[in-house]
């Protein structure tokens, strides 16, 4: 038998559906929010001037050890995330991305 897993994002500001996920970074940690078309646009919009005067780094530098760790100290991994959410009935993808309604879910069980 096949399973068919479906993940929908949600707008991490406005809720509602989100169109795309975006990353960033800041103080040497980095980020991911879920954002619809019109969310996205303002934090680009808000952004712009600071990545216009903005060097940018290469993934091979330090920085990069750096925000690995920052964001490793920042809560359980992925997988124990997905098996507490099959365990409590949530639907998860076998891959990717665990949503942030599931890690908060987690976090206030």
Known sequence: MAQRTIVFLEDDLAGGDAEETLSFGLDGRAYEID???????????ALAPYVAGARKVSIRNGSAGRTARASA????????????????GY????RGRVSAAIREAYESS
Not at 91 to 94: A, G, P
């Open 35 to 45: 954002l619809n078309t019109k969310n996205a646009a303002a934090l680009r919009k």
């Open 73 to 88: 100290d920042s809560g359980p991994d992925a997988a124990t995330l997905r098996a507490w959410a099959l365990e409590n």
């Open 91 to 94: 639907e998860v993808n076998s």
